[in-house]
T-cell receptor
Framework: AQTVTQSQPEMSVQEAETVTLSCTYD???????LFWYKQPPSRQMILVIR??????QNATENRFSVNFQKAAKSFSLKISDSQLGDTAMYFC???????????FGGGTRVLVKP | DSGVTQTPKHLITATGQRVTLRCSPR?????VYWYQQSLDQGLQFLIQ???????AKGNILERFSAQQFPDLHSELNLSSLELGDSALYFC?????????????FGPGTRLTVL
């Protein structure tokens, strides 16, 4: 079974600064996908970024980028130029390549301060 | 708006009762997923349907059942409700059953069991 661990329950960052969220996972699969989801106070789950394990290049989406270290089973999310609207819970998630069941970490609450 | 609709938004019921949660996927999506978000268990996958067939099962209790109808909408039935079943229940949909296609989440149904 796969497990996803987010070791930081809560983080705060000043507006316009950078914050990095940690995620580690455990799997025996060689092909898989990793995701970061954002859950703002509205509770809506929104996909922020995803990474396919067979791609060595780290994914980027505007101000969001990941550092994917396959051997270390680490998948961190960097939010650059933080904005007030980035305040939310962030969940790291894993999915096998042959299936689409998402296994989530416990979440990290991010507070962006003005 | 993800295009996934869930009804009702809120549901308050008593222990021992039975409820049905409904989900309409995005137009064209064949796969539907159910997730439960609770304080105790975090976000966990319950069950997946693809084009009317059960595709994957997660930590779904025997008291819970689901189905996907020919028009692709899905229902999650929860019976003999217990206090611990209080949670936010998400439905998500995707075009296919693989993680290549993004899962889009609905706004959730907040279930409160008194």
């Amino acid at each position: 079974a796969q497990t996803v661990t987010q070791s930081q329950p809560e983080m705060s960052v000043q507006e316009a600064e950078t914050v990095t969220l940690s995620c580690t996972y455990d799997t025996s699969e060689n092909n898989y996908y990793l995701f970061w989801y954002k859950q703002p106070p509205s509770r809506q789950m929104i996909l922020v970024i995803r990474q396919e394990a067979y791609k060595q290049q780290n994914a980027t989406e505007n101000r969001f980028s990941v550092n994917f270290q396959k051997a270390a089973k680490s998948f961190s999310l960097k939010i650059s130029d933080s904005q007030l609207g980035d305040t939310a819970m962030y969940f790291c998630a894993f999915s096998k390549a042959a299936g689409n069941k998402l296994t989530f970490g416990g979440g990290t609450r991010v507070l962006v301060k003005p | 708006d993800s295009g996934v609709t869930q009804t009702p938004k809120h549901l308050i019921t008593a222990t021992g009762q039975r409820v049905t949660l409904r989900c309409s996927p995005r137009s064209g999506d064949l796969s539907v997923y159910w997730y439960q978000q609770s304080l105790d268990q975090g976000l966990q996958f319950l069950i997946q349907y693809y084009n009317g067939e059960e595709r994957a099962k997660g930590n779904i209790l025997e008291r819970f059942s689901a189905q996907q109808f020919p028009d692709l909408h899905s229902e999650l039935n929860l019976s003999s409700l217990e206090l611990g079943d209080s949670a936010l229940y998400f439905c998500a949909s995707s075009l296919s059953a693989t993680p290549y296609n993004e899962q889009f989440f609905g706004p959730g149904t907040r279930l409160t069991v008194l």
